[in-house]
């Protein structure tokens, strides 16, 4: 079985991807105006290295650009805490360091001898295993389970990763099971530890409320334009990680002081405590305050400034989010964020649609209005903008800064009618998105006076309840599937109002 499912949420090319089995590789949402790096790298080819090599060109802002050959998987199957082997064709430049994790030749050979690529453990027996090396008087859910290589004292085992988290508590916890031998390979267990470091972050990005005609300096932004936040991990850390997102960048200094994130907008350190910040926060308010506990993905990977494309990605098969630096940096801005971290939580809760290349314009306006409704709920307003999703994208040399055209909308005025032959489409539509989003936002607004976060909870909701074929009557018909089993069916004239008003045939 073959799945190829294409998504961008900007304008222009969008980038790819697949996912076949468990065994490879996965699918891709993002925003793009170029092709984005992965693509670019794939298709990449060098007659002296393997099929299974890979090129990643880290652009130095000189002609002597330096390239990086790696591995990053044997046989399909991903290396969890490295890669297999590092090479570089300037043997004069000095190392870069940006992944440090490095087999030589001897062990690549000795991988490739023994050929150890299928598991004679199996899945459900690695899964219960590792919840009784958790745990075994406690209630665990399973966010995903892989298999993959983990390397140990430099040796490549092949192995089964079991992501656990406990069903009413707050430990986490990643196991990993000798996929040949059944054998525990290591456990790494994190729970929540208080007190909490501290840094800076936007809210809002400073930049949709100036009126200057040209972009700021970044290092000249007043002291006015970053709040002082709570980080959520330790005070003792060093690295922005905790049991919801895992920040970092392949060429940047570390964390000097354990504990303190506080950097300018110039830094893309400060991208990574953006990135951790606000995806951890949308988590907890599905979790805590909506009751989402299983629309969690995880410990969703941020690679911040993993390219200086002004292009921005989710990855399925990793999970992982790239920022890219081109333009004005992505990381900037929490919708963005909160936008690439809104396609993991759909495709953690419905993947069948997820992977349904149909669906491509209603997931990307999902991810528009969660960016938007949950940057509200926090009351993260852009002052006189109105629902314009990424204004400070939408800049142009000689446009005034704060009267940026945001990318897209969500109090746009289109019927289903409009843009029917491209919400229902394969082809990325930034119309047809553009109008999903406002029907979503046409049924928060509908029940804004009802119980808090009422409109998100039945969006949310739907993925739940809806079923192939992935139509729009078919996603408002499981909105008031979910309002009717959650919440008696409130307002429910409000929302067939809603739906009829654009144009939405809807019967129950």
């Known amino acids: ?5 294409q998504s961008c949420r900007h304008y222009g090319k969008c980038v790819s991807g697949y996912r076949p089995t468990r065994k490879s590789q996965g699918i891709v949402y993002g925003r793009s105006k170029k092709k984005s790096v992965i693509e670019s790298i794939s298709e990449s080819t060098q007659s002296r290295y393997s099929a299974e090599l890979l090129r990643y060109q880290k652009t130095v802002g000189t002609p002597g650009e330096d390239y990086l050959f790696y591995r990053q998987s044997y046989k399909g199957i991903p290396v969890s805490n490295g890669w297999l082997r590092i090479d570089e064709s300037a043997s004069d430049k000095k190392f870069l360091g ?3 994790r490095i087999l030589n030749d001897a062990r690549i050979a000795e991988i490739e001898s023994v050929g150890e690529f299928k598991p004679r453990v199996k899945e459900t027996l690695a899964v219960s295993k590792a919840k009784t090396i958790m745990g075994p008087t406690r209630q665990w859910d399973v966010l995903d389970t892989k298999l993959c290589y983990r390397i140990e004292n430099r040796t490549p085992r092949l192995a089964w990763k079991v992501q656990l988290a406990e069903r009413m508590g707050v430990r986490s916890g990643e196991v990993y099971i000798d996929a040949l031998r059944g054998t525990r390979i290591v456990v790494l267990k994190s729970t929540w530890s208080k007190p909490m470091a501290k840094g800076f972050v936007f809210r809002p990005n400073p930049l ?4 200057a005609a040209t972009l700021p300096d970044p290092k000249q932004l007043p002291a006015d334009s970053y709040i002082q936040v709570t980080i959520p991990v330790s005070q003792s850390s060093r690295v922005l990680r905790n049991d919801y997102a895992y920040a970092w960048s392949p060429d940047s200094d570390s964390h000097a002081t354990a504990g303190q994130f506080f950097y300018d907008a110039s830094d893309v350190r400060f991208g990574q405590t953006m990135a951790l910040y606000y995806a951890t926060w949308m988590q907890l308010y599905l979790s805590s ?3 989402f506990s299983r629309a969690n993905p ?3 990977e941020f690679i911040v400034g993993f390219n200086r494309e002004d292009n921005s990605y989710y990855e399925l098969a990793r999970n992982r989010v790239y920022l890219g630096l081109g333009g004005i940096p992505d990381f900037q801005d929490a919708e963005v964020i909160l936008h690439e971290y809104s396609h993991a939580i759909h495709s953690v809760i419905n993947q069948p649609m997820s992977l349904d290349k149909r669906s491509i314009n209603f997931l990307e306006g999902f991810c528009d209005y969660m960016a938007l409704s949950t940057c509200e709920h926090f009351k993260v307003k852009h002052g006189r903008l109105s629902q314009e999703f990424a204004a ?6 000689g446009r005034i800064v ?3 055209v945001g990318i897209r909308r969500a109090d746009d005025d289109d019927l289903l009618s409009d843009t029917e032959n491209q919400i229902h489409s394969e082809d990325r539509s930034d119309r047809a998105s553009e109008f999903w989003t406002g029907v979503l936002w046409d049924v928060r607004e509908s029940l804004a006076d009802s119980r808090s976060g009422h409109a998100d909870s039945v969006v949310l909701g ?7 074929p992935y139509t729009a009557s078919h996603f408002a018909r499981a909105m008031l599937l979910y309002n009717r089993s959650h919440y008696g069916g409130h307002k429910e004239k409000n929302l067939f109002e809603v739906f009829t008003r654009r144009g939405i045939s809807v019967s129950l």
């Open 1 to 5: 079985m073959h799945y190829e499912v």
């Open 462 to 468: 739907a993925f739940y309840k809806i079923d192939a």
């Open 208 to 211: 949709v409320r100036m009126d």
């Open 402 to 404: 704060g009267d940026s």
């Open 289 to 291: 305050t909506l009751g």
């Open 298 to 300: 995880g410990q969703v």
């Open 98 to 100: 940006v992944h440090t």
């Open 392 to 397: 400070w994208d939408g800049w142009k040399p």
